[in-house]
């Protein structure tokens, strides 16, 4: 987590982001050098995914708290975006119905739910993106670590958090579109969002905001905090003898990492053109915390490293080999923890920082 | 003696793990400025007392009264610790992945609060007050050195030195010297003492030859409860310690 | 014409033939009236041929020929209907024709005449038949039945259908009425709660004892609601355990967090699955046996493959669960996917043999063979495994291991071979575990993720290492669950126990049960 290799891959995502947008603007379809709008949302797809990798790896590389529910955070940031773009699509939907969407009108609702009020305005909104995660993660995180409860005993609950999430993003009766979750966006911030130009905005946004997580990422784990932190993942009991009370600091920390998972969900939303419960699907948890393996847990931007190439992986093998895809992911998940602890970061590293050796079963010393 | 000079009191604590008694109605009294020496047999339950003086392990009764009117079975960890009692564990903890000087920063005596580390920077003062400890514990050439890679003996004056930077007034040391060779043992001690001119000391060990060196009053534990407490050769005398503790 | 002709000659006839009903049988070659008074007659005579003969009437195979003489007919022969005995009628046959007054005759006949059939069975039927449609006319059948009735059961469903025909009339003196209120009372199902209710305009004190009859069959249907959900619970339950027991040796008692275990339960399903399919093909007599030979085979199965994930995977991660948790789940995909490109993607159909099809009644309860087999098998299945931690010296050894490694190792236990079998037997345990949730769940790829969460919140909510704790943990979490669902709906109720479990948690990091000292502190 040098200054250098920050630097770096600040360089590449900011500078990567900008020469796509660019070329896909400026260069004609027939050109080589033209990027297609769909390798631009793709781009931004990753970035976002990026933000989640960050996210994940300031708790589990810093605070050693293995979430396996943070994609929940990420979906809730989508959602709420997702609320937004639905409320902006207006009388255009197919019925027609200037306050309903479409999948309330079609269960016969005859009013918009409570909870749905406000959202026609993009400040709400993006409160609301920062605010859901964020408050979620402090009520649950709160009670967890007041409690002590670590190790793999949060990694369960966090996914049984999650799945619980799942389940109840699923019901019709939520209000949040069910199985279908919401899509058929138009316009955000009153932008149309099927223009070239608005996905390479769209890009250059995560782009920028992806840096911004990292540079407070970077500093939160760079300064005097950041050094209690390392201390309470490996020590914790230690730190509280110190007169440190760990609880306050993995609050903290759980809080930012989950806005930040929040943010990297709202720009998903608009750049796929879709969120569903599936989103909430405890693999993709368990997922992102592989990209933070394969690009280096506690590093950061190993995190961004590992959701870029891991997902480009992906898109790969599910378009030529999807029966291997699978396979190839499992493969990841065992060689990466037996034979690449420190990640590909790790590699040029003389001792890798992996995690260090904490006793086996540690129920919430 | 007066509650003014006392620092500790633990009034009849009993701890019980499943049925089984670890401290029986202990008492103890530490005075203010006092070093004590406590030894006793393996599960005498000398780990158990200072879990339960720094909050770790709340007893069943009894209470543990610190200065003049601080109950410190209402208090956690943290707190305790905020209040003036550092403590030094039997296995060696430092924070291996940082340096030797991050271990004392961290232990230095501040502001705990995220609110405050997450903005903090590292002032002059606290500069020459890492130095200084440095100095006392014999590790000022190895201060950029990761902890996790120093020697054992070298780890436990490092936990010491984070013991003297939290500026406590009560030191509890756990078996200080289990591990050390001799030269080591006796500037254990030396730093002990040195420690003890402006703090309480707490010492458990196992070590006769430590603890004579130390020279101050010796409780013995046994079975939960103090056997025998005085001078170390009013307590070597006892027959109750000799027979449960020092010869067969 | 004809038709009409011999109408006509049996009115004419009749009131020479139709004397008094001596000879019932014969009568049934009269008119209508002859016909029904004979069937009545017949019902009660304790004439052996009275069934058939009845029976043959309502069927249309009783035929008069010209001579007058009855007949049977039964397929081609021709049986004389009062001996039964095969003949040759002389000329051609008619058969006895019915009206709708002859009709009602016969099937009341045919309640009566099989109340005092020999077979208790059909008693039985009968005595059903007359409580379903009470009819005070038939109160001296019924007194002559249960005068002679011997079987308990069979008595007890009399009295019923008699209590059912006094309060049906109108002329039984009070006290018969409220004996009967009593009876219905206690027979204490929706059929006898809508007998007593139809008594409201009755006479007061039989209208207050019926009332009172409704509301004491209401509070015992509650509760046999609530035993029904507590089976329905300890159903759901006892899946739990059986998921989860593999895991609370894997997890609870090794401390590995196993993410692949949801796949050794699939693995279990799977080769009960192949069992199937082998014994189909090759042993054909021994189909209904299939699912106990899938059992060992599956525990085998599955113990072999955990030997193997332990010795190649696990054993290089011992104390670093978050890695363990991360490459067994990158396990659990392989196998999942392994699984799917072996098998197809789609549900294997595994059938239920016929003992372990069906349902009992238990009172109000419904007792359905396969939920019960199962509540059996996991029973079985703890108890073999807290025999095995206990009794033998593979459980001393796995004991000694999991709390003191270096010592055992000291003592001259070999400690990686003791993981690997109790790792194995964790994974075995999952394998039987699969056989049975076979029976009631889609045996696809996917089968173990959806126990793997649940699994988990059933050990640690019980306390890890704790068998005792797993056991009521997941009763406590399947019953939980059944009685919420009426209340908030299946999902909901899921949701509802997730947060729960989540808000428990936090509150006990160590479960219901947590084992104490200084093990599980460092
Ligand atoms: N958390 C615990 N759970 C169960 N038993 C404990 C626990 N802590 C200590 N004990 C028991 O209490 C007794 C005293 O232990 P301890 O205080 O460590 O002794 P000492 O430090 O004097 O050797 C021992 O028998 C030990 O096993
Ligand atoms: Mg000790």
Same mark, same amino acid.
């Given at each position: 987590?040098?200054?250098?290799?920050?630097?770096?891959?600040?360089?590449?995502?900011?500078?990567?982001?900008?020469?796509?947008?660019?070329?896909?603007?400026?260069?004609?379809?027939?050109?080589?050098?033209?990027?297609?709008?769909?390798?631009?949302?793709?781009?931004? $797809?990753?970035?976002?995914?990026?933000?989640?990798?960050?996210?994940?790896?300031?708790?589990?590389?810093?605070?050693?708290?293995?979430?396996?529910?943070?994609?929940?955070?990420?979906?809730?940031?989508?959602?709420?975006?997702?609320?937004?773009?639905?409320?902006?699509?207006?009388?255009?939907?197919?019925?027609?119905?200037?306050?309903?969407?479409?999948?309330?009108?079609?269960?016969?609702?005859?009013?918009?739910?409570?909870?749905?009020?406000?959202?026609?305005?993009?400040?709400?909104?993006?409160?609301?993106?920062?605010?859901?995660?964020?408050?979620?993660?402090?009520?649950?995180?709160?009670?967890?670590?007041?409690?002590?409860?670590?190790?793999?005993?949060?990694?369960?609950?966090?996914?049984?958090?999650?799945?619980?999430?799942?389940?109840?993003?699923?019901?019709?009766?939520?209000?949040?579109?069910?199985?279908?979750?919401?899509?058929?966006?138009?316009?955000?911030?009153?932008?149309?969002?099927?223009?070239?130009?608005?996905?390479?905005?769209?890009?250059?946004?995560?782009?920028?905001?992806?840096?911004?997580?990292?540079?407070?990422?970077?500093?939160?784990?760079?300064?005097?905090?950041?050094? *209690?932190?390392?201390?309470?993942?490996?020590?914790?009991?230690?730190?509280?003898?110190?007169?440190?009370?760990?609880?306050?600091?993995?609050?903290?920390?759980? !809080?930012?990492?989950? *806005?930040?998972?929040?943010?990297?969900?709202?720009?998903?939303?608009?750049?796929?053109?879709?969120?569903?419960?599936?989103?909430?699907?405890?693999?993709?948890?368990?997922?992102? @915390?592989?990209?933070?393996?394969?690009?280096?847990?506690?590093?950061?931007?190993?995190?961004?490293?590992?959701?870029?190439?891991?997902?480009?992986?992906?898109?790969?093998?599910?378009?030529?080999?999807?029966?291997?895809?699978?396979?190839?992911?499992?493969?990841?998940?065992?060689?990466?923890?037996?034979?690449?602890?420190?990640?590909?970061?790790?590699?040029?590293?003389?001792?890798?920082?992996?995690?260090?050796?904490?006793?086996?079963?540690?129920?919430?010393? | 003696?007066?509650?003014?000079?006392?620092?500790?009191?633990?009034?009849?604590?009993?701890?019980?793990?499943?049925?089984?008694?670890?401290?029986?109605?202990?008492?103890?009294?530490?005075?203010?400025?006092?070093? #004590?020496?406590? /030894?006793?047999?393996?599960?005498?339950?000398?780990?158990?007392?200072?879990?339960?003086?720094?909050?770790?392990?709340?007893?069943?009764?009894?209470?543990?009264?610190?200065?003049?009117?601080?109950?410190?079975?209402?208090?956690?960890?943290?707190?305790?610790?905020?209040?003036?009692?550092?403590?030094?564990?039997?296995?060696?903890?430092?924070?291996?992945?940082?340096?030797?000087?991050?271990?004392?920063?961290?232990?230095?005596?501040?502001?705990?609060?995220?609110?405050?580390?997450?903005?903090?920077?590292?002032?002059?003062?606290?500069?020459?007050?890492?130095?200084? /400890?440095?100095?006392?514990?014999?590790?000022?050439?190895?201060?950029?050195?990761?902890?996790?890679?120093?020697?054992?003996?070298?780890?436990?004056?490092?936990?010491?030195?984070?013991?003297?930077?939290?500026?406590?007034?009560?030191?509890?040391?756990?078996?200080?010297?289990?591990?050390?060779?001799?030269?080591?043992?006796?500037?254990?001690?030396?730093?002990?003492?040195?420690?003890?001119?402006?703090?309480?000391? !707490? @010492?458990?060990?196992?070590?006769?030859?430590?603890?004579?060196?130390?020279?101050?009053?010796?409780?013995?534990?046994?079975?939960?409860?103090?056997?025998?407490?005085?001078?170390?050769?009013?307590?070597?005398?006892?027959?109750?310690?000799?027979?449960?503790?020092?010869?067969? | 014409?004809?038709?009409?002709?011999?109408?006509?000659?049996?009115?004419?006839?009749?009131?020479?033939?139709?004397?008094?009903?001596?000879?019932?049988?014969?009568?049934?070659?009269?008119?209508?009236?002859?016909?029904?008074?004979?069937?009545?007659?017949?019902?009660?005579?304790?004439?052996?041929?009275?069934?058939?003969?009845?029976?043959?009437?309502?069927?249309?195979?009783?035929?008069?020929?010209?001579?007058?003489?009855?007949?049977?007919?039964?397929?081609?022969?021709?049986?004389?209907? #009062?001996?039964?005995?095969?003949?040759?009628?002389?000329?051609?046959?008619?058969?006895?024709?019915?009206?709708?007054?002859?009709?009602?005759?016969?099937?009341?006949?045919?309640?009566?005449?099989?109340?005092?059939?020999?077979?208790?069975?059909?008693?039985?039927?009968?005595?059903?038949?007359?409580?379903?449609?009470?009819?005070?006319?038939?109160?001296?059948?019924?007194?002559?039945?249960?005068? $002679?009735?011997?079987?308990?059961?069979?008595?007890?469903?009399?009295?019923?259908?008699?209590?059912?025909?006094?309060?049906?009339?109108?002329?039984?003196?009070?006290?018969?009425?409220?004996?009967?209120?009593?009876?219905?009372?206690?027979?204490?199902?929706?059929?006898?709660?809508?007998?007593?209710?139809?008594?409201?305009?009755?006479?007061?004190?039989?209208?207050?004892?019926?009332?009172?009859?409704?509301?004491?069959?209401?509070?015992?249907? $509650?509760?046999?609601?609530?035993?029904?959900?507590?089976?329905?619970? /300890?159903?759901?339950?006892?899946?739990?355990?059986?998921?989860?027991?593999?895991?609370?040796?894997?997890?609870?008692?090794?401390?590995?967090?196993?993410?692949?275990?949801?796949?050794?339960?699939?693995?279990?399903?799977?080769?009960?699955?192949?069992?199937?399919?082998?014994?189909?093909?090759?042993?054909?007599?021994?189909?209904?046996?299939?699912?106990?030979?899938?059992?060992?085979?599956?525990?085998?199965?599955?113990?072999?493959?955990?030997?193997?994930?332990?010795?190649?995977?696990?054993?290089?991660?011992?104390?670093?669960?978050?890695?363990?948790?991360?490459?067994?789940?990158?396990?659990?995909?392989?196998?999942?996917?392994?699984?799917?490109?072996?098998?197809?993607?789609?549900?294997?159909?595994?059938?239920?043999?016929?003992?372990?099809?069906?349902?009992?009644?238990?009172?109000? !309860?419904?007792?359905?063979?396969?939920?019960?087999?199962?509540?059996?098998?996991?029973?079985?299945?703890?108890?073999?495994?807290?025999?095995?931690?206990?009794?033998?010296?593979?459980?001393?050894?796995?004991?000694?291991?999991?709390?003191?490694?270096?010592?055992?190792?000291?003592?001259?236990?070999?400690?990686?071979?003791?993981?690997?079998?109790?790792?194995?037997?964790?994974?075995?345990?999952?394998?039987?575990?699969?056989?049975?949730?076979?029976?009631?769940?889609?045996?696809?790829?996917?089968?173990?993720?959806?126990?793997?969460?649940?699994?988990?919140?059933? @050990?640690?909510?019980?306390?890890?290492?704790?068998?005792?704790?797993?056991?009521?943990?997941?009763?406590?979490?399947?019953?939980?669950?059944?009685?919420?669902?009426?209340?908030?709906?299946?999902?909901?109720?899921?949701?509802?126990?997730?947060?729960?479990?989540?808000?428990?948690?936090?509150?006990?990091?160590?479960?219901?049960?947590?084992?104490?000292?200084?093990?599980?502190?460092?």
């Amino acid at each position: 987590m040098s200054g250098r290799a920050t630097m770096v891959c600040l360089v590449l995502v900011l500078g990567g982001a900008a020469v796509m947008a660019a070329l896909n603007l400026a260069t004609p379809a027939a050109s080589a050098l033209h990027v297609p709008a769909y390798a631009v949302s793709l781009a931004g $797809k990753y970035l976002c995914y990026a933000m989640l990798a960050v996210a994940v790896d300031l708790v589990w590389g810093f605070a050693g708290i293995l979430s396996l529910g943070h994609a929940a955070f990420f979906a809730l940031g989508g959602y709420a975006m997702g609320m937004y773009l639905m409320r902006q699509i207006g009388t255009r939907g197919v019925y027609g119905n200037a306050v309903l969407p479409d999948f309330m009108v079609f269960l016969n609702w005859k009013s918009l739910p409570w909870y749905w009020y406000g959202f026609d305005h993009p400040a709400f909104a993006v409160a609301m993106v920062l605010l859901v995660p964020g408050v979620l993660a402090l009520v649950f995180g709160w009670l967890a670590f007041r409690s002590r409860v670590g190790g793999v005993y949060l990694s369960i609950i966090t996914q049984a958090l999650t799945y619980a999430l799942l389940l109840a993003f699923f019901r019709n009766d939520m209000g949040f579109g069910g199985n279908n979750g919401l899509t058929d966006f138009k316009d955000m911030f009153s932008i149309p969002l099927h223009l070239d130009s608005t996905r390479d905005g769209l890009l250059l946004a995560t782009a920028v905001l992806l840096a911004a997580e990292l540079l407070v990422a970077r500093h939160v784990v760079t300064s005097r905090f950041g050094k *209690v932190l390392i201390a309470v993942r490996d020590s914790e009991s230690r730190t509280r003898f110190l007169g440190y009370r760990p609880e306050s600091y993995k609050l903290f920390v759980f !809080v930012l990492s989950a *806005v930040m998972a929040g943010v990297g969900g709202a720009l998903y939303v608009p750049q796929v053109g879709i969120i569903n419960p599936g989103e909430f699907a405890p693999a993709n948890s368990i997922e992102a @915390v592989i990209w933070v393996a394969v690009g280096g847990r506690g590093t950061l931007v190993g995190a961004v490293l590992g959701a870029v190439l891991v997902n480009l992986g992906k898109t790969f093998f599910t378009a030529t080999l999807p029966d291997l895809w699978l396979f190839a992911l499992g493969a990841l998940f065992i060689l990466v923890t037996l034979l690449l602890p420190g990640g590909l970061l790790g590699l040029g590293r003389r001792r890798p920082r992996a995690a260090p050796v904490t006793q086996a079963p540690e129920p919430a010393e | 003696m007066t509650t003014r000079d006392t620092l500790l009191y633990l009034d009849g604590v009993t701890v019980t793990f499943d049925g089984f008694r670890a401290l029986n109605a202990l008492s103890l009294v530490l005075e203010q400025g006092e070093m #004590r020496a406590v /030894i006793g047999p393996n599960g005498a339950g000398k780990t158990t007392m200072m879990d339960v003086i720094t909050g770790r392990t709340r007893p069943d009764t009894g209470r543990v009264v610190f200065g003049r009117d601080t109950d410190l079975t209402r208090l956690d960890e943290p707190a305790i610790a905020a209040l003036g009692i550092g403590r030094k564990f039997q296995k060696p903890t430092v924070f291996e992945p940082h340096t030797v000087w991050d271990n004392l920063l961290l232990a230095l005596a501040g502001d705990r609060r995220p609110r405050f580390t997450l903005w903090a920077r590292q002032s002059a003062e606290e500069r020459t007050r890492i130095e200084a /400890i440095l100095a006392t514990i014999r590790l000022a050439d190895h201060a950029r050195r990761r902890a996790g890679d120093l020697s054992h003996g070298q780890k436990q004056w490092l936990e010491i030195g984070m013991l003297l930077a939290q500026e406590p007034q009560l030191l509890l040391v756990d078996e200080p010297v289990a591990g050390m060779t001799d030269a080591e043992t006796e500037q254990t001690a030396e730093l002990l003492r040195e420690i003890n001119r402006s703090r309480s000391v !707490v @010492v458990v060990e196992h070590d006769m030859a430590f603890v004579r060196a130390l020279g101050v009053r010796v409780t013995v534990l046994h079975e939960g409860a103090v056997l025998s407490e005085g001078s170390i050769d009013h307590v070597s005398a006892d027959p109750r310690v000799v027979e449960v503790y020092l010869g067969r | 014409m004809t038709l009409l002709r011999v109408l006509l000659l049996l009115l004419v006839l009749s009131p020479f033939v139709a004397r008094a009903g001596d000879d019932p049988i014969a009568d049934l070659a009269g008119n209508y009236d002859d016909i029904r008074h004979a069937v009545d007659a017949l019902s009660v005579s304790g004439n052996a041929r009275a069934e058939p003969v009845i029976a043959a009437l309502q069927n249309g195979a009783l035929m008069v020929a010209a001579d007058r003489s009855l007949w049977i007919r039964e397929g081609d022969a021709m049986l004389d209907a #009062r001996s039964g005995a095969p003949g040759s009628p002389n000329g051609p046959l008619k058969p006895v024709r019915l009206n709708n007054a002859v009709r009602r005759a016969i099937e009341a006949a045919m309640g009566n005449l099989t109340l005092f059939s020999a077979d208790p069975a059909r008693r039985l039927k009968a005595a059903q038949a007359l409580f379903a449609q009470p009819d005070p006319a038939a109160l001296p059948t019924l007194d002559r039945a249960l005068a $002679k009735e011997s079987v308990a059961g069979v008595r007890r469903l009399l009295q019923q259908a008699q209590a059912a025909a006094v309060l049906a009339g109108a002329d039984a003196p009070i006290p018969d009425r409220l004996a009967a209120i009593v009876v219905l009372r206690a027979r204490g199902d929706l059929a006898a709660s809508n007998l007593l209710a139809a008594l409201a305009g009755q006479p007061p004190e039989v209208a207050a004892a019926a009332a009172e009859g409704v509301a004491a069959i209401a509070r015992a249907q $509650k509760i046999w609601a609530l035993a029904q959900g507590v089976f329905y619970g /300890i159903s759901l339950g006892s899946v739990l355990l059986l998921a989860a027991s593999g895991l609370a040796i894997t997890f609870g008692v090794m401390g590995v967090i196993n993410m692949a275990h949801g796949e050794m339960v699939m693995l279990g399903a799977y080769t009960t699955f192949v069992v199937q399919q082998a014994v189909g093909a090759w042993l054909p007599g021994l189909a209904a046996a299939g699912v106990l030979i899938a059992i060992p085979l599956a525990f085998i199965v599955s113990g072999a493959v955990g030997i193997a994930i332990e010795r190649l995977l696990i054993s290089f991660l011992y104390g670093r669960p978050l890695e363990t948790l991360l490459a067994t789940w990158g396990l659990s995909l392989g196998l999942q996917q392994a699984v799917r490109s072996l098998f197809g993607a789609s549900n294997r159909d595994v059938s239920t043999p016929g003992w372990m099809s069906g349902a009992a009644q238990w009172g109000g !309860v419904t007792i359905t063979f396969n939920r019960l087999y199962i509540i059996i098998f996991a029973a079985f299945v703890l108890a073999a495994l807290m025999a095995v931690l206990r009794a033998t010296p593979l459980g001393l050894q796995m004991r000694a291991v999991t709390q003191n490694r270096r010592m055992a190792a000291a003592m001259g236990i070999r400690t990686p071979w003791i993981d690997a079998l109790t790792f194995g037997l964790g994974s075995g345990v999952a394998g039987m575990a699969g056989v049975a949730l076979s029976q009631i769940d889609n045996v696809s790829p996917n089968l173990g993720q959806g126990y793997i969460i649940d699994s988990f919140m059933v @050990v640690v909510f019980g306390g890890v290492g704790n068998l005792w704790g797993t056991l009521v943990s997941a009763l406590t979490l399947g019953i939980v669950n059944k009685f919420l669902e009426p209340v908030a709906g299946a999902v909901l109720g899921k949701i509802f126990v997730l947060v729960l479990l989540i808000l428990f948690i936090q509150r006990k990091p160590r479960g219901l049960f947590p084992l104490k000292g200084r093990a599980v502190e460092a």
